[in-house]
């Protein structure tokens, strides 16, 4: 028999509670998932802290979150432990002092461990938007890993906010699939863009000379991607198949500077898996056809990411070796932050038509006093990708271009790129270990390559 209108939304006033009796139903001993980013349902989070004195043994997980991570609390140890796909902010030093764990995983397989119950998830804690006519509501700003979150957990409790923008794609969910339903009203978190100083902007020159017109793009967050958007600005036809957005690519289809219509795959669609960024980006995404959220099996698949030609895939690095080895996870021994999805990507872009894989970054770190282009990475350090899968390497000061070359090619071309103040050492270094001759000399010991 068909179901009505009416069917449904009876239905739904049944699923309406409060954020504490809706974390009742979470048994002891249970993996629990936390929506991502700006989507963080966080009524439900700090019900569950507070209100949830029944728990024990519970493992909480989640890609990054903007919101406060109150289970990681000293004192909590017992009713929960935090394993984090990426480590943000809110719990780096839960997991340095060992109250936290940390799963390196490339973001393009989390949900294939999630779906196949490798990474079981038996609670997802969502916050979704106000369903449609149908009984539709949508994931809003994160359908990343939380697509596959939904699908496959025994119990779905969700945050319902008129704040969370209606996005399209892969992102609606029937109400029936909801347990519980808590309603709330609040702005979702906003993610300020920092202000750009000269390295930046030198860095987003450089790296804006390696897209043409009509590429598609992958770009993140923060100041040298904010960079390289804003170096863009008089380029045609650009596209847009990333993991994660926020407001430069916005501005620049604004400009009409990004149009989706030279892509290969999905023209016309900005393809992404979350958005983080201002009040003014939420609104804009909300009913808005042009974008399309997809889950992180798709926008992440190195295979579906070579589908674009001229893919060219920005990504950040905390330091580079001589041989290209990119450090991107650990900070001085000790994990910062995660694989995410830049493996996927650099691999993505270059098996694609055209393709450029880009790691770019600062030449040196604590006021200069340390290179960011390195003889050798310190014990400890993770490399997330490894010397035969980098191609573009940039600094402030120019281009290196590894792909094909030797290890004494790529040390002199790394070093050119390093901070004048350290190639020198650098250049040490390198004939110590017989990178390069021992007596070598770099070709323009001041100059920007």
């Known amino acids: 028999m068909q179901q009505t209108t009416t069917d449904w939304q009876t239905r739904y006033a049944d699923k309406v509670t409060t954020a504490q009796a809706a974390i009742r139903a979470i048994l002891p001993g249970r993996r629990i998932l936390v929506g991502s980013g700006a989507a963080e349902p966080s009524e439900l989070v700090n019900a569950m802290v507070e209100s949830g004195d029944h728990l024990a043994d519970n493992e909480i997980v989640h890609l990054m979150t903007e919101g406060p991570a109150p289970y990681v609390r000293p004192g909590l140890e017992r009713r929960f432990r935090h394993t984090a796909f990426f480590i943000g902010q809110n719990v780096r030093e839960a997991v340095h002092e060992g109250r936290a764990d940390f799963m390196?995983?490339?973001?393009?397989?989390?949900?294939?461990?999630?779906?196949?119950?490798?990474?079981?998830?038996?609670?997802?804690?969502?916050?979704?938007?106000?369903?449609?006519?149908?009984?539709?509501?949508?994931?809003?700003?994160?359908?990343?890993?939380?697509?596959?979150?939904?699908?496959?957990?025994?119990?779905?409790?969700?945050?319902?906010?008129?704040?969370?923008?209606?996005?399209?794609?892969?992102?609606f969910l029937h109400v029936d699939r909801i347990t519980h339903l808590v309603p709330v009203d609040h702005e979702?978190?906003?993610?300020?863009?920092?202000?750009?100083?000269?390295?930046?902007?030198?860095?987003?020159?450089?790296?804006?000379?390696?897209?043409?017109?009509?590429?598609?793009?992958?770009?993140?967050?923060?100041?040298?991607?904010?960079?390289?958007?804003?170096?863009?600005?008089?380029?045609?036809?650009?596209?847009?198949?990333?993991?994660?957005?926020?407001?430069?690519?916005?501005?620049?289809?604004?400009?009409?500077?990004?149009?989706?219509?030279?892509?290969?795959?999905?023209?016309?669609k900005l393809v992404t898996s979350f958005l983080l960024g201002s009040r003014a980006l939420y609104a804009w995404a909300h009913e808005n056809p042009v974008i399309e959220m997809r889950g992180s099996a798709f926008t992440n698949d190195p295979l579906t990411i070579a589908r674009n030609d001229a893919m060219v895939a920005i990504n950040a690095a905390l330091a580079v070796d001589l041989t290209g080895q990119v450090a991107a996870d650990t900070l001085m021994g000790r994990f910062f932050s995660g694989i995410g999805g830049q493996v996927d990507f650099i691999r993505g872009a270059a098996r694609s038509r055209g393709g450029k894989p880009i790691i770019a970054l600062r030449s040196t770190a604590k006021d200069g006093k340390i290179s960011r282009i390195q003889p050798a990475f310190e014990q400890g350090a993770g490399i997330v990708t490894s010397r035969g899968d980098v191609h573009y390497v940039v600094t402030e000061h120019g281009v290196a271009d590894l792909w094909g070359r030797n290890i004494r090619q790529r040390a002199l071309a790394l070093i050119e790129i390093a901070h004048p103040d350290h190639r020198a050492d650098l250049l040490a270094a390198a004939a110590q270990r017989r990178y390069v001759f021992v007596d070598q000399l770099i070709s323009r010991p001041g100059a920007p390559r």
Not at 143 to 149: E, F, G, H, L
């Open 188 to 268: 979702l978190p906003e993610r300020a863009s920092e202000p750009l100083d000269e390295i930046d902007r030198a860095i987003g020159r450089h790296v804006a000379s390696l897209v043409p017109d009509g590429a598609t793009l992958q770009t993140g967050i923060g100041k040298i991607p904010n960079a390289v958007l804003a170096a863009l600005v008089d380029r045609n036809d650009l596209g847009v198949h990333s993991e994660m957005f926020s407001d430069g690519v916005m501005d620049l289809y604004l400009r009409g500077v990004i149009t989706n219509r030279r892509k290969t795959l999905l023209p016309g």
């Open 104 to 171: 390196p995983v490339f973001l393009s397989d989390i949900p294939n461990l999630i779906l196949s119950r490798r990474v079981r998830i038996d609670v997802a804690l969502i916050q979704v938007s106000p369903p449609d006519a149908h009984g539709f509501v949508s994931l809003g700003v994160s359908v990343d890993i939380v697509r596959a979150a939904v699908d496959s957990a025994d119990l779905v409790l969700a945050e319902v906010n008129p704040r969370m923008p209606r996005t399209h794609g892969d992102s």
